[in-house]
């Protein structure tokens, strides 16, 4: 009843709220991508096991680079943008962010080729050239993605659909050139991804610039105090994300290199290949969600004087954690029937022999996610750092559970990891959103 009665209430929301094209835009170029995203996952995988987890741990710093900085700050600009767009600043606002993130941009490039000539000293048996172009695929793909985000925030789904399937349909065709030359080599496949980021993620800039608002005119000395408060007000929202980034990495990433470690890269690649089903069936779905109802979620808070619309934005959080959950019983069950198969069909039989672990992976990963839905409550209301003891807490259990299981069970240890910290993190989660609302009186 609780959900049938959300799900009335938001449909007789305005259409400006929820448009259906917008709906439909999300839902067709996600398909496109997660179909796409497919493909170049079964190209991949002809790399072979090893040079395929090789990648696997390559992107993992990549997770780490968006949890601890582009995650962040991302979070922090869609958090205050209405805010200052309400008040004429938009393309200032804007103006800034694209500004850091250009710096961000050669900071972390410079860092690469600090580290390409330490490589010998901290044993990095790659090429400094290697080195070189995967950090700045690393450090392009996370803006790329950046800017995915703020088109969505601007409500330009139809165009954010059409470039992001543009990008994969780019990188298969580049992909099947190098697979048909017999050279679809790790060098090569790291090269044409830096290629597509880059282009890609100038031509995502473009746009986001060109659909921004008109602004009002200031003074230079109004512009400098105004952009001195937008760095306080950004900057002391997204601190406790910088903390919850290296639990989040900890927690979702870490494993990987546990499991190169413990076991060998190989395993890693086998991992990968699964995980790639999980984040299809439920990551990638949440994330869609997530894309669509963020900028809705926190136009309802913009002003945290007006109940009416914080009660509206709280129904919102509730529909959306309701469906996640749903969603994630939904990707066990399908997994639990045609596993086997649908790792088979994304890569061969050599990445299937840990097939029946997809339904825990599914399973632990959606609990997590049903946690971080939840988690929107305290984000909208100002509030991040009352999550921030659950979220050291399962980077931590995860760490040693991971140590502990792996040892005891090989890579099996891993599910049993996900499962459990799924749960406890989401349990916690609800703990602390009991709090939040009673005290903001939201039921």
């Known amino acids: 009843m609780f959900l049938f009665n959300d799900i009335i209430f938001l449909f007789k929301q305005k ?44 992107i993992t710093f990549a997770a780490l680079l968006g949890l601890i900085f582009y995650g962040p700050l991302q979070q922090g600009f869609i958090r205050f943008y209405y805010v200052y767009s309400a008040k004429g600043l938009a393309n200032v606002y804007a103006s800034l962010l694209i500004k850091i993130l250009l710096i961000s941009f050669f900071v972390f490039t410079l860092i690469a080729i600090a580290v390409g000539f330490l490589k010998d000293f901290i044993s990095i048996p790659f090429s400094f050239l290697f080195v070189l172009t995967a950090s700045a695929f690393i450090v392009s793909s996370k803006i790329s993605e950046t ?10 789904r139809k165009e954010n659909a ?16 190098l697979l048909n030359q017999k050279r679809l080599l790790l060098v090569e496949v790291i090269s044409l991804l830096l290629f597509t ?6 031509l995502k800039m473009i746009l986001f610039r060109k659909f921004l608002p008109d602004e009002k005119k200031s003074s230079s000395e109004n512009l400098t105090k105004t952009k001195n408060e937008m760095r306080r007000t950004t900057a002391a929202y997204i601190i406790p994300f910088l903390i919850w980034g290296i639990s989040g990495w ?5 494993e990987r290199w546990i499991i190169s470690g413990l076991l060998s890269v190989s395993d890693v690649g086998v991992y990968a290949i699964m995980m790639s089903l999980v984040n299809a069936l439920v990551a990638i779905p949440n994330n869609m969600i997530a894309e669509f109802a963020t900028p809705i979620i926190f136009q309802q808070y913009s002003d945290l004087t007006d109940k009416i619309k914080i009660k509206t934005g709280f129904r919102y959080i509730s529909l959306i954690t309701i469906v996640v959950f749903i969603l994630s019983i939904f990707s066990a069950a399908i997994t639990f029937f045609i596993g086997k198969t649908l790792v088979e069909l994304i890569s061969s039989k050599s990445y299937s022999g840990y097939w029946q672990l997809l339904p825990f992976l599914c399973l632990g990963t959606g609990l997590y996610l049903t946690g971080q839905a939840q988690a929107y409550l305290g984000m909208a209301l100002n509030l991040p750092q009352k999550y921030l003891l659950p979220k050291i807490m399962i980077g931590v259990l995860s760490i040693v559970f991971n140590f502990i299981f792996i040892n005891a069970f090989g890579i099996n240890g891993i599910a049993y990891t996900i499962l459990i910290t799924g749960l406890l993190y989401l349990l916690h ?11 903001h009186h939201l039921q």
């Open 15 to 58: 259409r400006n709220d929820l448009p259906v094209s917008e709906i439909l835009w999300v839902i067709t170029g996600q398909t496109l991508n997660v179909i796409l995203g497919f493909a170049i996952i079964k190209i991949l995988s002809r790399m072979g096991t090893e040079s395929y987890g090789i990648y696997a741990l390559i």
């Open 162 to 177: 059409i470039i992001q399937t543009l990008e994969k349909i780019l990188l298969v065709i580049l992909l099947l050139v």
């Open 197 to 202: 980021s880059i282009v890609f993620g100038i």
């Open 147 to 156: 800017f995915n985000s703020l088109l969505n925030l601007l409500r330009k």
């Open 250 to 254: 900890l927690q979702s990433n870490g």
């Open 429 to 439: 989660i609800s703990f602390i959103n009991k709090n939040i609302i009673s005290e």
